[in-house]
């Protein structure tokens, strides 16, 4: 059974920092995705495990940072100068296969997701 557990949410003022982490068996593709209320479930970040490439949603760029401990089995999102619009349940997600992409109809596992509010 594929379990994903993601940790290190919690409330933070604007412009603040937060590191999210996901323990998980390591999948082909690893990615952060978010859901604000009233709005679809968006891609964040995604790493490829293997080869280490990393996509990023336009709206974070140069503000989050994806990276993946292979040895640790884990999968950390950190995230810096928060702004309020980042406030969303952030949930991980894996993919077996390549290609990896932002589009979170491809992830096959989820986590139950872990709350970031910004304020």
């Known amino acids: 059974q594929v379990q994903l557990v993601e940790s290190g949410g919690g409330s933070v003022q604007a412009g603040g920092s937060l590191q999210l982490s996901c323990a998980a068996s390591?999948?082909?593709?690893m990615g952060w995705f978010r859901q604000a209320p009233g709005k679809e479930r968006g891609g964040v970040a995604v790493?490829?495990?293997?080869?280490?490439?990393?996509y990023y949603a336009d709206s974070v760029k140069g503000r989050f940072t994806i990276s993946r401990d292979n040895a640790k089995n884990t999968v950390d999102l950190q995230m810096n100068s928060l702004k309020p619009e980042d406030t969303a349940m952030y949930y991980c997600?894996?993919?077996?296969?390549?290609?990896?992409?932002?589009?979170?109809?491809?992830?096959?596992?989820w986590g139950r997701g872990t709350q970031v509010t910004v304020s």
């Open positions: 997600a894996a993919r077996p296969i390549i290609p990896c992409s932002l589009d979170s109809s491809m992830y096959n596992y």
């Open positions: 390591l999948y082909r593709c």
């Open positions: 790493i490829s495990t293997f080869g280490g490439m990393t």
